[in-house]
């Protein structure tokens, strides 16, 4: 893998318009696995793939858990009521071969709030409900994780994570070669492709700055949405590619969502 630099990646932020949204994400999480790449078979069209990385001379693909608490979401243009809800995010890195961009195959999110009916609805977003509990002690003072847990009930992705951190704990990113180009490879794709429940491709957008994530050591895991797809067993869960942890940033949603008109020779 060739070198990636923020410096190509970093872009000034467009101008929402509409029904865009803002929203900071609190307790923001990424852990992920390493996974034998013929276990994303069939998860994704031809048009897109695997974004691969090689770890001890064996070919891997990535796929990442992102829980985080959404705060203040709301209108990036408008006055509008603001709304706070537990999320966990599942997203396999993958490369959209007409664009040449690296981007996310997003298997879709846990939400805790009813206004999940909406996205999921209106857009057919792979958008589904879970009670999600945090229980987080972030010390400010050291800039670290006393307590990280989260829980999620749900029927299509329940879901429990503990983390814990040592101050000034290196990031480690096995299969990059260095870094920087890992952190622009796991946290900054802006876009993400999904089946829609009514089957089409559709796409969306987001921005957000250069992310200030550390370094986290996974305690315990169960992703139940990882298991059902065979993609990661649970003893797998327990030994994590990486994990990183970011107290809170901003992002910025562009919406509505695109539907994609899928050829032939994509599906």
């Known amino acids: 893998m060739d070198s990636l630099s923020f410096k190509d990646f970093l872009k000034p932020r ?3 318009t509409g029904i865009d949204v ?5 307790h923001f999480a990424i852990i992920t696995y390493a996974v034998d790449v013929r276990k994303f078979a069939g998860l994704f069209p031809a048009r897109f793939k695997l974004d691969t990385v090689m770890i001890d001379g064996v070919e891997k693909g990535l796929v990442s858990v992102v829980p985080f608490i959404d705060v203040d979401f709301t ?6 009521p603001k709304y706070t809800m537990g999320q966990t995010n599942y997203r396999i890195y993958i490369i959209d071969r007409d664009s040449g961009e690296r981007c996310v195959w997003f298997l879709g999110t846990t939400l805790d709030s009813w206004t999940r009916i909406v996205p999921s609805m209106l857009w057919k977003l792979p958008w589904y409900s879970g009670k999600v509990v945090f229980d987080c002690d972030y010390d400010q003072s050291q800039e ?6 989260m829980h999620t009930t749900a029927h299509w992705a329940p879901a429990s994570v503990e983390l814990m951190q040592h101050k000034d704990a290196l990031i480690e990113l096995p299969g990059f070669p260095d870094t920087e180009t890992g952190l622009v490879y796991l946290t900054h794709p802006l876009t993400g492709f999904y089946y829609r429940r009514d089957g089409r491709l559709g796409t969306y957008r987001v921005w957000h700055k250069e992310l200030k994530v550390s370094s986290a ?3 315990s895991a169960n992703f139940g949405l990882l298991s059902r797809l065979d993609l990661v067993s ?3 869960q327990q030994k994590p590619h990486s994990v990183l942890v970011e107290p809170i940033n901003e992002f910025t949603i562009y919406l509505p969502p695109k539907v ?4 032939p020779e994509h599906a």
């Open 217 to 219: 050591i996974l305690k």
């Open 22 to 26: 803002l929203c900071k994400l609190q």
């Open 260 to 263: 994609l008109n899928t050829s």
């Open 144 to 149: 670290v994780y006393r307590r990280y847990k």
């Open 14 to 16: 467009p101008a929402p």
């Open 234 to 236: 649970d003893a797998e």
């Open 75 to 80: 209108s990036a243009v408008y006055p509008f």
